[in-house]
């Protein structure tokens, strides 16, 4: 009986089972009531007395490894519920790396929640366009200099499909189905034929402001310019308008701000000049309100665009445009909200 105890013994230590069915199988086998080791403890009555005592100890430490050895199976099957033998879930888990933000989203969003505050929501449109909306409805007559200006890219040579030059078309497209009051800014991304530079790439991206409702002058632009400007450059911000020109509004203005690294004073940033140019605008042209059926005569308006990449740079002091798009890693995780 001792011989075929050991037998089991060492059995029951090698065990294996790849599934709780498995076990389930082998706690039946050995430990159910008609199961071997219960088979055993039935016949101890018929061993010799003086053995007893030998047969008795190996008996129960058969029972005891069995019961041991299956309940740690059993554990091993609760901690790895999927049963897959690949996953090793006791293992250190790699650090998860945060991404951060882009800086175009961050200056993006930055902009887009001042003029939230100021009632504005926020207006998309196509970049593939028609003349139409980035043109035509934008008083830019037909051989209109202002249009080789925009160094526009044409879709497969046809001149009604084009990437938008800007998202003054948006303007139109909100214009056309909506009538006043209207409260709108349209970031987006824009597209130009120009030569790839430190400073200037083929694609970019814009901020429209448009605000058309009854009498509104070109007092309120420079007043929601003023706040914009101490808003995203600090409280200490100066505005300057400059006269200008778009086909769109008129009068038409290039605004700057006061050189927020060196307070007016002259620095590099500002090219000594202590002022920054950020954005051009304007009261909404007549022609244009006319273009969307808004009657001129009741409604007016203000609009502007601002360059998101040129603010951008500014602000973190990045000196190429090309860094914005090249996702490169070690430029990007340098930006934090
Ligand atoms: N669309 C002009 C540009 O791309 C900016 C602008 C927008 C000017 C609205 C006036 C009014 O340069």
């Known amino acids: 009986m001792i011989n075929k105890i050991k037998a089991l ?65 059993k554990e091993s099957f609760d901690n790895v519920q999927t049963g897959n033998d690949d996953i090793d879930l006791t293992r250190t888990a790699y650090p998860v790396e945060l991404g951060t933000r882009h800086p175009l989203s961050l200056v993006k969003k930055e902009i887009c929640d001042i003029f939230g505050r100021l009632g504005f929501s926020i207006a998309e449109g196509p970049e593939i366009e028609d003349d139409w909306h980035v043109f035509s409805s934008l008083n830019f007559a037909e051989d209109h200099p202002a249009r080789d200006m925009q160094d526009t890219f044409f879709i497969q ?45 083929c694609f970019f991206h814009q901020v429209e402001a448009l605000y058309v409702d009854k009498n509104v002058s070109f007092a309120d632009l420079k007043q929601a310019l003023l706040f914009f400007a101490k808003e995203m450059f600090g409280p200490e911000t100066k505005i300057r308008l400059r006269p ?49 059926s808004i009657d001129p005569d009741e409604y007016s308006g203000f609009a502007f665009g601002i360059g998101i990449e040129r603010i951008a740079m500014l602000k973190y002091g990045i000196n190429n445009i090309g860094l914005m798009f090249e996702n490169n890693l070690q430029f990007l995780k340098q930006f934090h909200e």
């Open 9 to 73: 013994l060492q059995e029951v230590e090698n065990m294996k089972a790849a599934n709780a069915e498995e076990l389930e199988a082998l706690r039946i086998k050995y430990l159910s009531k008609k199961g071997e080791i219960s088979a055993l403890m039935n016949d101890f009555r018929n061993v010799a007395a003086d053995q007893k005592r030998e047969v008795g100890q190996f008996l129960n430490q058969l029972k005891e490894t069995t019961q041991n050895k299956i309940n740690e199976l």
């Open 157 to 201: 040579h046809n001149p009604d499909v084009l990437l938008r030059t800007h998202t003054s078309s948006v303007q139109t497209r909100v214009m056309e189905t909506q009538q006043p009051p209207i409260r709108i800014i349209c970031p987006g991304r824009v597209y130009r034929n120009e030569a790839i530079s430190y400073r200037a790439h």
């Open 244 to 292: 200008s020109y778009f086909p769109f509004t008129e009068p038409s203005v290039e605004v700057d701000v006061s050189c927020f690294e060196c307070h007016g004073k002259g620095c590099p940033l500002c090219k000594h000049t202590g002022w920054i140019e950020v954005l051009g605008g304007g009261v909404v042209n007549r022609k244009v309100l006319e273009n969307c």
